[in-house]
C-alpha cells in the first residue's frame, strides 16, 4: 500500500498560477505504447521527461501505479531518489488506486499530469476540472484516446527522444 505523504494545500489556485503539479502515471499503459512503437526493450525517460512536462513548475508528487508484474526496483530507487516518487503495484487495477489517488489531491495540487491515453480516465478528467485542477494529459500518440486529448487541457506526446533503449550486460 501506498506510503502516507502530507502535502499541504495551495493557499490560492488564483495566486499559484497552475504552479503546483501531481504526476501519476499508469505504467502499464505508457510501457505498452512505447513497446508497440518502439519495441520491448524501449523504456520512457523519466530523467528528460518529468522535467519537460513540468516547465519549471513544483512538483508535489509522483505516483507510479503497475499492475500484474513486479516493478523494477531500479526504476523504483530512481524515480523515489530523483522526484520523491512512489511506486504502487496493484494485484488488479491500477486504474482504480490512480483515481482513487487523484481525487485525494485535488485540494493538496493545481494540477494534475496523466500519463495515460486511456478513455476510462475521461470521467476522472472532467471531475478534476469541475473542481478547479488543471488537467494534462502525456501518452504516446497511437494510445491516447481523441475525447483524453480534446477535454484535457493540454496534451503532450511522448515522443521517440523520450525514451532509450535498454541494453543487455
Same mark, same amino acid.
Given at each position: 500500500s501506498p506510503r502516507a505523504i502530507s502535502?499541504? &494545500?495551495?493557499?490560492? !489556485? %488564483? &495566486?499559484?498560477?497552475? !504552479? %503546483?503539479?501531481?504526476?501519476?502515471?499508469?505504467?502499464n499503459n505508457i510501457d505498452k505504447g512505447i513497446h508497440e512503437a518502439y519495441g520491448a526493450n524501449f523504456a520512457l525517460n523519466y530523467d528528460a521527461f518529468v522535467p519537460r512536462i513540468l516547465k519549471n513548475r513544483q512538483l508535489r508528487t509522483l505516483?507510479?501505479?503497475r499492475e500484474g508484474k513486479s516493478i523494477s526496483?531500479?526504476?523504483t530507487q530512481r524515480l523515489a531518489d530523483n522526484y520523491f516518487g512512489i511506486t504502487i503495484p496493484c494485484h488488479k487495477?491500477?486504474?482504480?488506486?490512480l483515481v482513487i489517488s487523484a481525487i485525494e489531491l485535488i485540494d493538496k495540487v493545481d494540477t494534475i499530469i496523466l500519463l495515460s491515453g486511456d478513455v476510462?480516465?475521461?470521467p476522472l478528467i472532467q471531475h478534476l476540472q469541475?473542481?478547479?485542477?488543471?488537467t494534462e494529459v502525456a501518452a504516446m500518440p497511437h494510445t491516447v484516446h481523441h475525447m483524453v486529448k480534446e477535454t484535457?487541457?493540454?496534451f503532450m506526446p511522448i515522443m521517440r527522444y523520450d525514451t532509450y533503449e535498454i541494453t543487455k550486460k
Open positions: 502535502i499541504p &494545500a495551495p493557499a490560492s !489556485r %488564483s &495566486a499559484i498560477s497552475w !504552479r %503546483s503539479c501531481a504526476i501519476l502515471i499508469d505504467g505516483y507510479y501505479f526496483p531500479k526504476l487495477s491500477a486504474d482504480v488506486q476510462d480516465f475521461l469541475s473542481r478547479g485542477i488543471r484535457a487541457h493540454n
